[in-house]
Structures are given as structure tokens and as C-alpha cells.
Nanobody
Framework: QVQLVESGGGLVQPGGSLRLSCAAS????????MGWYRQAPGKQRELVAT???????NYADSVKGRFTISRDNARNTVNLQMNSLKPEDTAVYYC?????????WGKGTLVTVSS
């Protein structure tokens, strides 16, 4: 079983920055994909960014150029650096790990962008 724990959420002003972190533990295989999803009230959960263990990245169009995802395979952690934040970025952000057809989710961390 895999456990994911997020940290780093909070309140930030528009244009500001925030860094989210996620630590994975348990039965983690070497080849996997980690990433971040987010969900706002009344909205479906949507992909923000993913990064395979091989190191490539994928971003939603809405965050491309503003967010940067990175990971440390040795420590099984994934980070999301969020810059130039907008009010529409307000959501609960969930850490995700996918491996061999299984999806694992963190409990989420709230990011609020407001002046």
C-alpha cells in the first residue's frame, strides 16, 4: 500500500508564490508517475502536472509557464512550485501516484489565492 502526505498549502495574494510538497511511502516501485491534481468547489478534479520517474513533465495549459513540478526519486517526494498565482488557482491540491494500474491519492492541501 502507498501513502501520500501533502504539505505547503495556505493563503497567498494574487501574483504570489507557494511551494507544495508530497512525501510518498509504502510499496513504491521504481517506475511510476507522480503528480498534482486540484479541485475547486463545484468543479471536477483536474490534472495540474505530472512527472514520471524518468523525469519528463506534463502541465495543464492553465498553469504552463507558471508552475514547475519536480521530484526526488531517492526520497519519493514530488514538489510543485507555483508562481504568479491567480484567484482561479484556488482549490484543494491533491498529490497523486500511479503505478501498475493503481492510483493513490493524498488527503489534499488547500491553496487560497486572495487579496
Amino acid at each position: 500500500q502507498v501513502q501520500l502526505v501533502e504539505s505547503g498549502g495556505g493563503l497567498v495574494q494574487p501574483g504570489g508564490s507557494l511551494r507544495l510538497s508530497c512525501a510518498a511511502s509504502g510499496s513504491i516501485f521504481r517506475i511510476n508517475v507522480m503528480g498534482w491534481y486540484r479541485q475547486a468547489p463545484g468543479k471536477q478534479r483536474e490534472l495540474v502536472a505530472t512527472i514520471p520517474s524518468g523525469g519528463s513533465t506534463n502541465y495543464a495549459d492553465s498553469v504552463k509557464g507558471r508552475f514547475t513540478i519536480s521530484r526526488d526519486n531517492a526520497r519519493n517526494t514530488v514538489n510543485l512550485q507555483m508562481n504568479s498565482l491567480k484567484p482561479e488557482d484556488t482549490a484543494v491540491y491533491y498529490c497523486w501516484l500511479g503505478q501498475y494500474g493503481m492510483d493513490y491519492w493524498g488527503k489534499g492541501t488547500l491553496v487560497t489565492v486572495s487579496s
